[in-house]
């Protein structure tokens, strides 16, 4: 038993040895090796691949060395073939090739450099920045290192070693020069960059906004002209255009907006001629350029006014852009031109500069600001280099004084917006322009021998002139403006014609004389008569009158006066004189500009001589003396406050100054008697800038003799004896040096430490006006019948205006001028009334009512009750006498004659069209309006020339003023206004 149970065990043990292997093999060992084999035949496909790819990279790789030797080889043959210029070429791109190799070791040779400097004292930048832009805290500019990289400091504040940090206007070399001097001299600014041919000649176009310049304008185009012929010489002929922009409207001086309208005509001239500018510059009038300048360098932007002599041959402040600038055309529209939003004086040239920071267009240097105590660090436009942009000056005193608008919130609120890279410039500008204008341009040629607008005198000209007048807002159109001839010597009558267009001066107007009154009687030679012609303008509404011509003389405004020495010598330059042609188109534009919307105006031609006509006026006591404005303001000092007195403007807050007030002066002392007149002397003291008042012409100038302190002249200003304005009062504070006066509004200055010193009074404007401008209207609508004439009504003032009479139901019949005072005792005062004609209350009302208006004026003692009812045969008026202005009736008078008729209808009439009458009011319902008038059947009143139509009854007749009337009854203003 015990061995079969072995033999068993055995068995048992043998069939484990031979399943546990199987077992093995089949689950674990086949399945694993299967695993190992895909692995193995990926990594044999894989193997095979990459062996694949390097095999064909490598044949590319022979492939691409087989063909650079290739083409080595057969650039040597080329090469050996080529000329010297072409080697030559080949050369200068394997140095470049080199450069680019050597750039790796820039880096490291900079900072290896740095280190070497660290020890030792050096005025440049670690950084690279260098000038103006990279100086230290205490305002040293920057130098580049003369042995490193970069030695050269370009124009925009970098440092650098290329042409356009070493060899270009405005660089700075700073490596020593030849020689070894140890002391480095920054090299001067070289005439022009490599690439600048100054001989070559340019188009250049000069825009310059203009408005009561006329002496300025003269001596412009003799500037202008001489600069030219001085280029030529030099053999650089330039082509030069001249764009005047005139301002025609009375609103504050816009200088961004003319330029733009300037540059606006450039471009259309460039379309028209197909000829591109080259440089557009913004030129002020009264800054003119001496020889040196070069107006053909606008690579950049460049103030050509870089040194002015009235600001010490230098620039009002460092970041300034105004006076003369220059741009290409293509700069000038990347930003957008100027802002049209700048009104009066100032801000539209800090806002240009912040236009040139932001496109970033300003690559100028330090300029004549190096030497400056505190060197400026704010970046500058680029300038000429020194010596080559002096320009001179023309004297204020030719124009109007500078005004800035009362509220100047708005003018800095843009220039902050721009400092913090707003973008409304580019919807403010040359893209927002809008034009209106009182004409076509006035043009004129280059030419050997020729004139140009308003100046008739044959010269040589070198440049051509545009001369535009523009507005903003619409232009009033010419023809509420009548020409008007005056009877005389030629045997016609008066005769009146509407101006047909906007004059540019006296010459133009009087070359449409011809066509104005060609057929009026035997003239004789129009074209003869024409160009001697003179003129009276009148204002019908104002009753003032100006004298325009040959022959008139005129009065300087004082504000425009130059100042005084202690002595009594004129301190300063007189103000220019201007040929007469000149100043009196000035002053004939500046009439019609002037003219209100709602004012009537006459030209008037006259045959006599001005001086004729000036001492008419001036014999019967008829000139009006004009009133100018001076301004109050008052700033801190040491003790209290000091005031000050600017004439000839309403707003003075500017420089520390704050805005109190302004009274009205005479513009001219010569209006007044010399026992009348009454002078405020107005002085300043240089310590401390304090001014001072008295009571003489110029008492205020030299020594105070209580304070010994030196006094400069500033002006003399003039009121009347006979002024009736608000009462001014003088006051002085004596201090020693800080002595002070003030200026104010009172009787009497005796406070706050001030001792009254005198007091005086303002002028004012206010004036009786000595005519009346009158109309008759007619019925619109009018169907009189046959035999009648048809219904005018007398009317005043603002009624005669177009505007109201484009909504109305009457049209403008007649002009007509009366009196608005009496001016002899045998003058009638007349006044309008509208009436309402009803039938005569009877027992038995027989006859329906009937209703209508009538129309008619009554005259002297009448016009004092406001209601007036009157009885024509059956009829009963009720009348309502207008509040419009008193209106007198001449006694004599040469002008139209005009009769008020009562037309009376036949009974017959009136019977027969009772009914449709009757009818007609029962249509207009309770309380409505009856109509103007019926056709035939009711009593009506109307206006005819000369005598009333048979059968009517006459109430009242008279003559109106013609033009030799209005012309005695008018007062003269003989001022530059």
Same mark, same amino acid.
């Given at each position: 038993?015990?061995?079969i ?9 043998l ?15 086949f399945?694993q090796?299967?695993?190992?084999h895909d692995?193995?035949?990926?990594l ?6 990459f ?12 492939a691409?060395?087989r063909? #650079?030797?290739?083409?080595?080889a057969?650039?040597?043959v080329?090469?050996d ?21 050597i750039?790796e ?20 930048r ?9 100086a ?9 290192n ?13 440092c650098?070693g290329?042409?356009?940090?070493c ?5 700075? =070399? ?5 020689g ?14 490599s ?8 188009r ?31 053999g650089?002929k330039?082509?030069w ?18 330029f733009?309208?300037?540059l ?8 028209k ?9 913004m030129?002020?009038? =009264?800054i003119?350029?001496?020889?040196v ?13 870089g040194e002015?002599?009235c ?6 402040y ?6 003369v ?6 700069h000038?529209r990347?930003?957008?031109?100027? /802002? ?6 100032g801000g539209? =040239? ?9 496109n970033?267009?300003?690559?100028g240097?330090?300029?004549t ?5 505190k060197?400026p660090t ?8 020194i ?22 919130a ?12 707003s ?26 021998a020729?004139?140009?607008?308003e100046?008739?005198?044959?010269k040589p ?5 545009h ?15 009548e ?5 005389? /010597?030629?045997?016609c ?10 004059p ?24 003869e008569?024409?160009?001697t012609?003179?003129?009276?303008l ?7 009158a ?6 008139v ?15 009594g ?17 000035q002053?004939?534009?500046r ?5 209100p ?9 006259a ?6 006509w000036?001492?008419r ?7 009006i ?21 600017t ?13 109190v ?11 007044v ?21 008295e ?6 100038i ?14 003399t200003?003039?009121?009347?004896a006979?002024?009736?304005?608000d ?6 504070h004596?201090?020693g040096?800080h002595?002070?006066?003030?200026l ?8 706050d430490g ?10 004012t404007s ?13 019925e ?15 009317a005043?003032?603002q ?9 109305s139901?009457?049209?403008l ?8 005072r009496?001016?002899s ?6 006044? #309008?009334a509208?009436?309402?004609s009803?039938?005569?209350?009877d027992?038995?009302?027989?006859r ?19 209601k ?9 008026f009720?009348?309502?006498m207008?509040? /419009?202005?008193e209106v007198?009736?001449p006694?004599?008078?040469s002008?139209?004659?005009?009769c008020l008729?009562?037309?009376l ?5 009136a019977?027969s069209?009772?009914a ?9 319902g309770?309380?409505?309006?009856p ?9 009506f ?13 006459r ?15 008018v ?6 206004v």
């Amino acid at each position: 038993m015990a061995s079969i149970r072995w033999f068993l065990a055995g068995l048992i043990f043998l069939g484990l040895v031979a399943v546990v292997p199987l077992y093995f093999v089949n689950n674990i060992y086949f399945p694993q090796r299967a695993e190992l084999h895909d692995a193995s035949q990926e990594l044999s496909s894989l193997k095979t691949e990459f062996h694949a790819h390097r095999a064909a990279r490598q044949a590319e790789t022979q492939a691409l060395d087989r063909r #650079v030797a290739s083409l080595e080889a057969l650039l040597k043959v080329i090469e050996d073939g080529q000329p010297q210029a072409i080697r030559e070429k080949h050369q200068k791109a394997a140095a470049l090739a080199q450069a680019e190799a050597i750039a790796e070791h820039i880096e490291e040779a900079k900072a290896t450099q740095i280190e070497a400097n660290k020890a030792a004292k050096k005025t440049w930048r670690d950084d690279d920045r260098c000038g103006s832009l990279g100086a230290d805290s205490s305002g040293q500019p920057a130098s580049c290192n003369p042995t490193g990289l970069s030695p050269c400091c370009s124009p925009a504040g970098w440092c650098g070693g290329s042409p356009d940090h070493c060899d270009c206007m405005g660089c700075t =070399d700073f490596r020593p020069p030849p020689g070894g001097a140890k002391t480095q001299i920054p090299r001067p600014e070289p005439a022009s960059p490599s690439h600048y041919v100054q001989s070559k000649p340019k188009r250049i176009a000069l825009v310059v906004p203009f408005r009561d310049r006329g002496a300025h304008l003269e001596r412009f185009r003799e500037r202008i002209q001489a600069h030219a012929e001085s280029w030529n010489s030099r053999g650089v002929k330039h082509h030069w255009h001249v764009f005047v922009a005139e301002q025609f409207d009375n609103q504050l001086f816009n200088r961004g907006y003319l330029f733009n309208v300037g540059l606006h005509y450039a471009t259309e001239f460039e379309k028209k001629t197909g000829q591109q500018f080259d440089c557009v510059v913004m030129h002020d009038i =009264d800054i003119l350029p001496t020889p040196v300048v070069d107006y053909g360098w606008c690579l950049w932007p460049n103030q050509l006014s870089g040194e002015i002599e009235c600001w010490n041959w230098g620039v009002p402040y460092p970041d300034n852009v105004g006076g003369v600038v220059s741009l290409s055309p293509q700069h000038w529209r990347a930003i957008n031109g100027f /802002s049209n939003e700048y009104e009066g004086w100032g801000g539209e =040239d800090d806002d240009l500069y912040l236009r040139l920071k932001i496109n970033n267009l300003l690559k100028g240097g330090c300029h004549t600001w190096c030497n400056s105590p505190k060197r400026p660090t704010v970046p500058m436009v680029y300038r000429p280099p020194i010596g080559q942009g002096r320009m001179t000056c023309l004297h204020d005193g030719d124009h109007t004084p500078r005004q800035r608008a009362p509220q100047d919130a708005p003018m800095w609120q843009r220039l902050n917006a721009m400092k913090a890279n707003s973008p409304r410039w580019r919807n403010d500008g040359l893209t927002s322009l809008r034009v209106f204008s009182a004409g076509e341009p006035v043009e004129s040629n280059a030419c050997t021998a020729c004139t140009a607008p308003e100046d008739p005198e044959s010269k040589p000209r070198l440049f051509s002139e545009h001369w535009s007048r523009i507005s903003q807002k619409p232009i009033s159109a010419p023809s509420r403006i009548e020409v008007v001839r005056l009877p005389g /010597s030629h045997g016609c009558g008066n005769a009146s014609r509407p101006l047909p267009a906007i004059p540019a001066g006296l010459e133009q107007l009087r070359r449409l004389l011809p066509e104005l009154f060609h057929g009026h009687c035997d003239m004789g030679s129009l074209s003869e008569w024409a160009h001697t012609a003179n003129f009276i303008l009148i204002d019908l509404t104002l009753g003032h009158a100006m004298l325009v011509g040959n022959g008139v003389q005129l009065v300087m405004p004082d504000s425009s006066l130059p100042a005084l020495q202690e002595s009594g010598a004129v301190a300063g330059p007189t103000p220019l004189p201007a040929t007469e042609h000149l100043l009196q188109a000035q002053r004939l534009s500046r009439w019609i500009r002037k003219l209100p919307e709602s004012h009537l105006g006459w030209i008037v031609v006259a045959d006599e001589a001005m001086s004729v006509w000036q001492k008419r006026f001036f014999d019967s006591g008829r000139r009006i003396p004009l009133t100018s404005p001076a301004c109050i303001s008052k700033a801190s000092m040491q003790g209290g406050s000091k005031f000050r007195v600017t004439a000839g403007t309403q707003w003075c807050g500017d420089g520390g100054w704050n805005h109190v007030g302004h009274f009205m002066v005479l513009r001219s002392k010569s209006n007044v008697p010399e026992d009348k007149k009454v002078p405020i002397c107005i002085s300043f003291n240089r310590n401390g800038y304090a001014y001072r008042f008295e009571n003489s012409d110029a008492g205020c100038i030299g020594t105070h003799k209580p304070t010994q302190t030196t006094w400069v002249h500033a002006h003399t200003i003039y009121t009347s004896a006979d002024a009736e304005g608000d009462e001014y009062c003088v006051g002085i504070h004596l201090a020693g040096t800080h002595t002070r006066w003030i200026l104010q509004r009172g009787a009497s200055c005796s406070s706050d430490g001030f001792v009254h010193s005198f007091s005086f009074r303002a002028m004012t404007s206010k004036r009786e006006v000595p005519l009346a401008p009158c109309c008759l209207l007619s019925e619109a609508s009018s169907n009189s019948a046959a035999g009648l004439p048809p219904l005018q009504r007398f009317a005043t003032g603002q009624e005669c205006g177009a505007g109201r009479l484009s909504v109305s139901d009457w049209k403008l019949s007649r002009k007509l001028v009366l009196l608005a005072r009496r001016q002899s005792e045998s003058d009638h005062r007349v006044c #309008v009334a509208t009436g309402m004609s009803t039938a005569k209350d009877d027992s038995n009302h027989s006859r329906p009512s009937q209703e209508h208006l009538v129309w008619r004026v009554f005259r002297d003692s009448a016009c004092d009750r406001p209601k007036v009812v009157t009885y024509e045969g059956d009829r009963k008026f009720h009348w309502t006498m207008s509040s /419009s202005p008193e209106v007198f009736l001449p006694s004599k008078a040469s002008g139209v004659h005009l009769c008020l008729c009562h037309i009376l209808p036949s009974a017959a009439d009136a019977s027969s069209a009772s009914a449709p009458a009757a009818s007609e009011s029962k249509k207009s319902g309770k309380g409505g309006k009856p109509p103007a008038r019926t056709t035939s059947n009711m009593p009506f009143y109307t206006w005819v020339e000369s005598t009333c139509p048979e059968g009517a009854k006459r109430e009242l007749c008279f003559n109106t003023l013609g033009p030799a009337d209005v012309v005695e009854a008018v007062e003269l203003i003989d001022e530059i206004v």
